[in-house]
């Protein structure tokens, strides 16, 4: 009986231990963690829920009001900024922009790139609606061509263009990797498709450099923006990027956007290796 009474004191004292060390651990730092992983649960959710409802195009009046927004100073400094990246990689004769909406970074490569062809595409007859009076009011914009057209089902030939451009539209893809595999079909060997998105987590450096350009008000915005939509993050879009044909080159930051760098890699046939070797 003393035994039994013993050992039970024991259990109950081991027991305290063991809580006792739990809420140790549950400090400042651990409490945090926790909300964090919470809230980020509880955004995924809502994320996916919200999925379901977000258009893959957007139609009118989203066009109008989209237009509107995006022609804002911190949209059109990330149209410039954009434009200067893509020039970047060579002077490409013909560059695909997919999913142009109103067309205002076609007009910032125009001007960067005025030997380019330049053809953009949209699911929405509304956008490139809003796109074709966009360059109309622009006169240097006569070699910019907008269609109606799917990403998931191009209308071009094998190989068409050097350079695939997309900002801000792949997160309304219902089918991100057959969208990515069309991008690949079209692109000559050797090209590069750049992926530009808001990702729903910032690196603290490039939610600094927003704020000491934009001001807190406008990163407010983007991250309550990042609840609603449907944002990859980072790591998402690599491995997105890797289920497709493309070679995953990285994944940087342009301002506020996060761009996937993806490229065809080159076959070489069986004598073109042979004649490499040599
Ligand atoms: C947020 S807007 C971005 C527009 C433009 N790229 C920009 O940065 O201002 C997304 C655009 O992608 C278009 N889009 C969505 N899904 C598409 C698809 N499957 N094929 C082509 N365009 C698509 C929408 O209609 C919309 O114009």
Redesign the pocket.
């Given at each position: 009986m003393r035994w039994k009474m013993g050992s039970t004191l024991d259990l109950v004292q081991s027991s305290i231990k063991v809580y006792s060390h739990t809420f140790y651990l549950l400090s400042k730092n651990h409490v945090r963690i926790l909300i964090n992983v919470g809230l980020s649960k509880m955004r995924s959710r809502l994320q996916q829920f919200m999925k379901q409802f977000h258009p893959?195009?957007?139609p009118w009046p989203g066009s109008l009001l989209?237009n509107a927004v995006?022609s804002t100073e911190i949209?059109r400094q990330h149209y410039e900024l954009v434009a200067h990246d893509v020039a970047n990689y060579g002077k490409a004769e013909c560059i695909l922009?997919?999913?142009?909406?109103?067309g205002?970074?076609l007009i910032a490569m125009q001007k960067l790139l005025p030997e380019t062809r330049l053809v953009g595409?949209?699911?929405?007859s509304a956008?490139v609606a809003q796109a074709r009076r966009n360059l109309e009011k622009c006169r240097q914009a006569s070699q910019i061509e907008v269609r109606v057209?799917?990403?998931?089902a191009l209308p071009f030939a094998d190989e068409e263009f050097r350079c695939v451009v997309?900002?801000?539209?792949l997160h309304?893809?219902k089918d991100p990797i057959q969208?990515l595999s069309e991008a690949h079909r079209v692109l000559k060997p050797g090209g590069y498709a750049l992926i530009y998105d808001l990702v729903r987590e910032m690196p603290n450096a490039v939610r600094k450099d927003i704020r000491d350009r934009f001001g807190s008000f406008r990163l407010g915005l983007l991250w309550l923006h990042s609840f609603e939509e449907p944002f990859l993050n980072a790591e998402e879009m690599e491995t997105l990027g890797r289920m497709t044909d493309f070679m995953v080159v990285r994944t940087r930051f342009t301002g506020a956007l996060c761009c996937l760098v993806l490229r065809k890699t080159i076959i070489l046939t069986t004598n073109q290796t042979q004649m490499a070797n040599q």
């Open positions: 893959e195009g957007i989209y995006s949209f922009d997919i999913g142009s909406g109103p205002h970074l595409v949209d699911i929405s956008m057209a799917d990403a998931n997309s900002t801000g539209s309304h893809w969208a």
